[in-house]
């Protein structure tokens, strides 16, 4: 308007979808916080404000293979190397990259006020991430078969949703969707089928549909960014 506010509201941030559930994710599929952060989870902050069991679990979640060995106390999380990457999804199909960003709450006003911070004691505005990927498990949905989910509404949590929310990620969110679906109808297959299996290496048809989303101009891997060279190392 002429006083320079919106008509409409912009609503950034619209309700997620929960992914199925599994195995391994036995309350539905999502991504979360530790599987993009570049965050120091070993810091004073996480030691002091987590049980030694929830603890000892952020560590082991982000050891890798030694994570094993810090679930069983073999190993302790003081010894335990963080990975130095995002969560690799062998059902990714698609990737982003961008700060987890918050807008945030300042102390006083106008925000950019000189020498203004950050109020204490809330959310932090900002917190680098890992280059990350889009596994096809967080665009389909709990309960309908013949419906998949694109942009800022797929399986993410509150704070992973910060870095996903970016046109980029919302554009490879949807040419997977869209490939995912005329694939499915092309086979006659329903796409949680490609990933209802906690074991997805050697998914001849999800190795398919993955490399017809290359194939398009939309790589579902950054190079090199990950312990596999080629998605062909998957299968």
Not at 64 to 69: C, D, N, P, Q, T
Not at 103 to 112: G, L, R, S, V
């Amino acid at each position: 308007t002429a006083h320079g506010l919106s008509k409409y509201p912009y609503i950034r941030e619209a309700r997620r979808i929960i992914g199925r559930p599994s195995l391994t994710f036995p309350t539905g599929f999502t991504v979360t916080e530790i599987d993009i952060s570049r965050q120091n989870f070993q810091s004073d902050f996480y030691r002091q404000n987590l049980s030694p069991a929830e603890y000892r679990r952020l560590i082991a979640t982000l050891a890798g293979l030694e994570g094993f060995s810090v679930l069983d106390g073999t190993l302790s999380p003081d010894q335990a190397v963080k990975r130095k990457r995002s969560t690799i999804y062998p059902d990714s199909v698609g990737i982003g990259h961008y700060a987890i960003d918050f807008h945030p709450c300042m102390t006083e006003h106008p925000p950019e006020k000189p020498g203004n911070t950050e109020k204490a004691g809330e959310r932090q505005g900002q917190g680098q991430a890992y280059p990350f990927e889009i596994p096809l498990r967080a665009i389909i949905p709990q309960k309908i078969d013949n419906l998949l989910i694109a942009g800022k509404s797929i399986a993410l949590s509150h704070i992973a949703a910060a870095a996903y929310r970016v046109h980029s990620f919302e554009w490879s969110s949807g040419v997977a969707a869209g490939i995912t679906a005329v694939y499915a109808l092309n086979n006659n297959v329903l796409p949680y089928q490609l990933v209802e299996s906690d074991f997805l290496i050697g998914n001849q048809q999800l190795r398919e549909l993955r490399q017809k989303i290359d194939a398009s101009g939309n790589p579902t891997v950054f190079p090199d960014a990950s312990i596999f060279r080629s998605m062909d190392d998957w299968y």
